[in-house]
């Protein structure tokens, strides 16, 4: 553990950026917001799914669909096509994205334990193509209101 006058980042530009980094609201986030929210659909932001684990929060949440979607960092979670490993304190930034990984599976797997359908995309991804698969899987596991719904109809 750093003392009290080191730092986890490797110099102060890298902290500043380090910091500056947004853990919810990022621009993938709200692009793919913005086209789901003009295809008529509503979600929850920066949510956890499961009141027993509220540090697991995923980007956008379909409580009545039962559909989580995590937007992932392509340099946090390790994107096989972008990722490029730390040049400084290598050791620190690997540990902490393979744990960044290992925490991925885990709350992908708790949360399809539970019932949810979870979805997963890179942060570069074309976000009308991840909006569209967003919407699909929504309305492919969104409860029919009974009340609405068009009935076979008398006879």
């Known amino acids: 553990m750093a003392g009290m006058g080191e730092s986890w980042a490797s110099s102060p530009a890298a902290r500043a950026s380090m910091r500056g980094n ?87 797997a708790m949360l399809e334990g539970a019932g949810w359908t979870v979805l997963r995309f890179w942060e570069h991804e074309p976000a009308a193509e991840v909006a569209d698969a967003v919407a699909d899987e929504v309305r492919a596991h969104a409860p029919v209101d009974r009340r609405t719904a068009d009935g076979p109809g008398p006879g």
């Open 22 to 108: 947004r853990r919810r609201d990022t621009r993938p986030e709200l692009e793919v917001r913005r086209l789901l929210h003009a295809m008529g659909l509503r979600y929850r932001v920066d949510l956890a799914p499961l009141p027993e684990s509220r540090r697991n929060r995923a980007d956008i949440v379909f409580i009545r669909a039962r559909v989580a979607v995590f937007i992932d960092g392509c340099y946090w979670h390790k994107c096989p096509d972008h990722y490029r490993p730390a040049r400084r304190n290598a050791n620190f930034w690997s540990a902490k994205i393979e744990g960044n990984r290992e925490r991925d599976r885990r709350v992908t």
